[in-house]
T-cell receptor, first 110, second 115 residues
Framework: AQKVTQAQTEISVVEKEDVTLDCVYETRDTTYYLFWYKQPPSGELVFLIRRNSFDEQNEISGRYSWNFQKSTSSFNFTITASQVVDSAVYFCALIVDMRFGAGTRLTVKP | DTGVSQDPRHKITKRGQNVTFRCDPISEHNRLYWYRQTLGQGPEFLTYFQNEAQLEKSRLLSDRFSAERPKGSFSTLEIQRTEQGDSAMYLC?????????????FGPGTRLLVL
């Protein structure tokens, strides 16, 4: 069975704080992909990153960084120096048939 | 804009009515997915097509739901005899390629409210 768990339902930070969104997944497959999507209030899902199961190299893109650890089945997402525009619901997802976590609502206050 | 588009963006209907939603994928994408998202939840997979073939359907897709992609381009999702529990955001996504695992791109969604 495949499962994605985002234990943090809601997080609230003050602008410029760093924040980490946790994602833990379960799968018996040895080949899989992990994704993070952002869903702003407009509702559209915006692709942020894809990572395959064979590539544990962490990635940084601007203020965003991702820490993939197969040993703990985690794919955590950190936003550095958060901004109000980062306020959204963030979904972690596991391929093959896109099992989504329940999402984490991030609110960044000015 | 060459992204995934969905029509309508919003639909309000009375219980028992039929509704149909349309999704236009990115033109070169041969895979098309439908998801349903209820308030506070992540998207749930409903079904997907590879070209015009419907390859998988979720248990969530009751017999009141039907999806088509007759020419392998746009797709329609019809809900017959709508129920209040059908109220949700219906998301469409598309991606390129039959093999491998590639990024899905999502449309803006159709928000359905059943009164």
């Amino acid at each position: 069975a495949q499962k994605v768990t985002q234990a943090q339902t809601e997080i609230s930070v003050v602008e410029k704080e760093d924040v980490t969104l946790d994602c833990v997944y379960e799968t018996r497959d040895t080949t899989y992909y992990l994704f993070w999507y952002k869903q702003p209030p407009s509702g559209e899902l915006v692709f942020l990153i894809r990572r395959n199961s064979f590539d544990e190299q962490n990635e940084i893109s601007g203020r965003y960084s991702w820490n993939f650890q197969k040993s703990t089945s985690s794919f955590n997402f950190t936003i550095t120096a958060s901004q109000v525009v980062d306020s959204a619901v963030y979904f972690c997802a596991l391929i093959v048939d896109m099992r989504f976590g329940a999402g984490t609502r991030l609110t960044v206050k000015p | 804009d060459t992204g995934v588009s969905q029509d309508p963006r919003h639909k309000i209907t009375k219980r028992g009515q039929n509704v149909t939603f349309r999704c236009d994928p990115i033109s070169e994408h041969n895979r098309l997915y439908w998801y349903r998202q209820t308030l506070g939840q992540g998207p749930e997979f409903l079904t997907y097509f590879q070209n015009e073939a419907q390859l998988e359907k979720s248990r969530l897709l009751s017999d009141r739901f039907s999806a088509e992609r007759p020419k392998g381009s746009f797709s329609t999702l019809e809900i017959q005899r709508t129920e209040q529990g059908d109220s949700a955001m219906y998301l469409c996504a598309s991606r390129v390629g039959a093999g491998g695992l590639k990024t899905q791109y999502f449309g803006p969604g159709t928000r359905l409210l059943v009164l």
